[in-house]
Nanobody, 122 residues
């Protein structure tokens, strides 16, 4: 499956951005990871295909919302109250088989998008 992410950009602290990721296939658990300069790739949020259950990293709970439109095979990440520490390249991911204990593990996702830069200025 191919993933096409969009929506990154530059925003001031406290602002909002919405990321989108369109998949070329259907039926995948989809989500987002991010990687800041000099840091490891980290889990942000994921949403199940079936039932739409969502999972978030503690660092973004209450500020970010992940949602999806199954008819369009598209997942969205609404990011509010952005902080400078949210600055990173955000990657869309997809998996047909990821299980709960591994949701935050990058290697559990077979498909990765190209990444989109999010920069939050202070």
């Amino acid at each position: 499956v191919q993933l096409q992410a969009s929506g990154g950009g530059l925003v001031q602290a406290g602002g909002s951005l919405r990321l989108s990721c369109a998949a070329s296939g259907r039926g995948y658990t989809m989500g987002w990871f991010r990687q800041a300069p000099g840091k490891e790739r980290e889990f942000v949020a994921v949403i199940r295909w079936n039932g739409g259950r969502t999972y978030y990293a503690d660092s973004v709970k209450g500020r970010f919302t992940i949602s999806r439109d199954n008819a369009k095979s598209t997942v969205y990440l609404q990011m509010n109250s952005l902080k400078p520490e949210d600055t990173a390249v955000y990657y869309c991911v997809a998996s047909s088989s990821v299980i709960l204990p591994n949701l935050e593990v990058p290697s559990a996702y077979a498909y990765w998008g190209q990444g989109t830069q999010v920069t939050v200025s202070s």
